[in-house]
């Protein structure tokens, strides 16, 4: 039983590791507001799921459980308010390049 | 554990595809997937009440504003695709390496090692951990809303400002 869940915890961290690789090389390559977001988003997915494969191999499941519905609702702001900011900046400069965003450069 | 396997590999490639797909819309979709198949694969782990969390917020909620901030805005044109994306596998060589190195350190256990199994354990419920066990969590739930609601708020009131 420890051991079955030992070896599940290694073949979920091999996946999670992936699925970060996928969010970062989404965030260094674009230059589009959105997609960042995406990849933002798919980073924090895979520590939603580290959380709670934690949680099941320690047998602490009720904890990883809250702590995964806390980084659900941090999600769910920080997309909110990025797609406000998007918007805006999409108001003022006419485009979703990040490229262009140069106003506050010094 | 063969459907854990699937989910998990399922999870994987359709983020690839929301990372790579051309079209924004498609990676919002792609996006949405990738959150049901998380939903799944929690349900999978005795995590019925995240799951629904994922599944409503996450493929819900984040779907909508997704293709809401992408229907308000522009586009881009397809010129502009081929500039962003000309360069990228060549600049980017060394992700492969980057997985290759990050495997060799999981493998060497250096970088996470396994949580311990405590054993049996008379856990509260979720309720109890949340409502009594974690109850600042709670408030600071209700303040990051707070944050969230304000923050749209200030951001839109600007763009009317500037239309006058």
């Known amino acids: ?106 | 554990m063969t459907l854990i396997l699937t989910l998990l590999i399922a999870l994987v490639a359709s983020a690839l595809w929301a990372i790579l797909t051309r079209s924004l819309l498609m990676s919002a979709i792609g996006l949405a997937i990738v959150s049901i198949i998380l939903t799944a694969l929690l349900f999978v782990l005795d995590a019925p009440l995240a799951a629904v969390f994922e599944l409503s917020v996450c493929a819900g909620l984040i779907t909508v504003i997704f293709v809401s901030t992408i229907s308000l805005t522009k586009p881009v044109t397809r010129d502009e695709l081929k500039q962003q994306t000309k360069n990228r596998i060549k600049r980017y060589w060394y992700l492969p390496v980057i997985v290759v190195a990050l495997f060799i350190l999981l493998g060497y256990n250096i970088v996470a090692p396994a949580p311990k199994f405590f054993g049996p354990y008379a856990e509260l419920d979720v309720k109890n951990v949340i409502w009594k066990l974690r109850q600042t969590d709670m408030l600071g739930q209700i303040i990051l809303i707070l944050t969230g609601v304000f923050g749209v708020v200030v951001l839109f009131k600007e763009g009317f400002n500037n239309d006058k």
Not at chain 1, 32 to 44: K, S, V, W
Request: aromatic letters at 10%; one cysteine or more; charged letters at 10%.
């Open chain 1, 1 to 106: 039983m420890i051991n079955d869940s030992i070896s599940m915890f290694w073949t979920f961290s091999i996946f999670i590791a992936l699925l970060f690789v996928c969010g970062f090389y989404c965030l260094l390559v674009t230059r589009n507001f959105i997609r960042a977001l995406i990849g933002l988003e798919i980073l924090t997915k895979a520590v939603t799921l580290l959380v709670i494969i934690a949680g099941y191999t320690s047998n602490r499941l009720a904890l990883a459980q809250s702590m995964a519905i806390m980084i659900i609702v941090v999600e769910a702001i920080v997309v909110a308010t990025a797609a406000g900011i998007v918007f805006g900046v999409f108001k003022k400069i006419g485009s979703l390049n990040i490229a262009k965003l140069r106003n506050l450069k010094g």
